[in-house]
């Protein structure tokens, strides 16, 4: 099995969210850059770009098309506050039978409910995002509502930009914002 997840569905909505969504002047943070499908077509359409993932190998694929990554879990480690951050999390529940161990799982094994790895993003990315920035999340019907919860949980706003319905499930895009007291 690949190691790195192939562009699929949900890579799709995420592109074309963002392709909507990106301003000449962001600084762009896509974490989980995975085989560099998005970034790679957002990366001369904003002032800056940065991709995360935890894997080496898609941190080897990325490098591969000109991205500027670092290899580290979520946004750990990145001192830097960006103004658009993308993020197409892991988002199913695998079962004890379909967990391998391998660097393919950590790309699409979201835990609990498929909301684990979007929960501990949440709580770590208001460390690089910019006043008034924006994040997009890609999120599955299998995710709801308790990553509706979690996000309100935090002071969050989103709302849905777009979806995409397969034939087992609908995905969503979340525009997110941080619910500022000013």
């Given at each position: 099995m690949n190691a790195?997840?192939?562009?699929q569905e949900d890579s799709e909505l995420l592109l074309e969210?963002?392709?909507k969504e990106i301003k000449p002047d962001d600084d762009v943070l896509e974490v989980g850059v995975g085989s560099g499908f998005v970034s790679?077509?957002?990366k001369d359409k904003c002032r800056f770009l940065l991709t995360t993932d935890i894997s080496p190998y898609a941190v080897k694929e990325a490098k591969k098309k000109g991205l500027n990554v670092i290899r580290t879990d979520l946004v750990k480690g990145i001192k830097k506050k960006f103004t658009l951050i993308l993020f197409n999390p892991p988002y199913l529940e695998l079962d004890k039978e379909e967990k391998q161990g391998d660097w393919f799982e950590k790309a699409i094994d979201g835990g609990k409910h498929g909301i684990e790895v979007m929960v501990r993003f949440?709580?770590?990315?208001k460390d690089v995002l910019a006043d008034y920035g924006r994040i997009i999340?890609?999120?599955?019907?299998?995710?709801?509502?308790y990553i509706f919860e979690e996000i309100k949980k935090r002071r969050f706003k989103f709302e849905?930009?777009?979806k995409r319905r397969l034939f087992f499930e609908e995905l969503y895009?979340?525009?997110i914002v941080f619910f500022q007291d000013r």
């Open positions: 790195v997840y192939p562009p969210v963002a392709l790679e077509r957002l949440l709580d770590e990315v999340l890609i999120i599955s019907s299998y995710n709801i509502p849905i930009v777009a895009a979340l525009r």
